[in-house]
């Protein structure tokens, strides 16, 4: 393959795809000996639409910003900082952050 990205970034705009889609997967063969994959740096985003408007945008950005820049970021737990936006942005206490967060299927995706 031509391509040698450092990051991948799935979008969850077409579907619900874990990381571990693209590293076990039969039908991602052809790119499962890429050195992003080899180095575990394939990413997914929280189950909100893609272009759009919304308050858990801001999540989404703080995902591709420890992607990208893990360096930058490493201070920052994500488990934590969503809780605690969600807690912030909405009012409501970490239980019902905890499903808030559950609602964008985080753990599924591997985000968290």
Known sequence: ?????????LS???????PREMYEAERFGKVQDLRVLKEGKVYS???TPC????LEFPI???IEAKAIYPER???IDLEVWIRDYF????GVDEENAEELMD???LRYLEII
């Open 1 to 9: 393959m031509a391509l040698d990205p450092d990051v991948i970034i």
């Open 12 to 18: 969850t705009y077409s579907g619900y795809h874990p």
């Open 45 to 47: 985003l929280s189950a």
């Open 51 to 54: 272009k759009s408007e919304r």
């Open 60 to 62: 989404n950005l703080m």
């Open 73 to 75: 970021f490493e201070d």
């Open 87 to 90: 807690m912030g942005l909405y």
């Open 103 to 105: 609602s964008l299927l």
